[in-house]
Nanobody
């Protein structure tokens, strides 16, 4: 059993930056692949980024490449999403997720545990 809690969301102007944090509690956190998803009002949940547990390989969806960076600190049971050059279309609730798969997936159904989400709002 793993519990996840996101923090760091807020309201920023276009071009600004935020860093989201995901605190994990439970056993064997370092053996989980981790992902970030987001969901805007009226839209389906969307994959944003993921990171493996074995090698630290990272994956980012095309719309955020070069702007967002996922990272993790297994010693602290933490996962981060650094978001730079934010755009209004980045506005959404951002969710942290954990998967027992060693290779990250872009599919939300591949993740076993989810946080409650944190709101990110970007004004134009």
């Amino acid at each position: 059993q793993v519990q996840l809690a996101e923090s760091g969301g807020g309201l920023v102007q276009a071009g600004g930056s935020l860093r989201l944090s995901c605190a994990a509690s439970g056993r064997t956190f370092s053996r989980y692949s981790m992902g970030w998803f987001r969901q805007a009002p009226g839209k389906e949940r969307e994959f944003v980024a993921a990171i493996s547990w074995s090698s630290g390989n990272t994956y980012h969806t095309d719309s955020v490449k070069g702007r967002f960076t996922i990272s993790r600190d297994n010693a602290k049971n933490m996962v981060y999403l650094q978001m730079n050059s934010l755009k209004p279309e980045d506005t959404a609730v951002y969710y942290c997720a954990a998967s027992t798969r060693p290779v990250p997936s872009v599919l939300g159904t591949s993740y076993d545990y989810w946080g409650q989400g944190t709101q990110v709002s970007v004004s134009s």
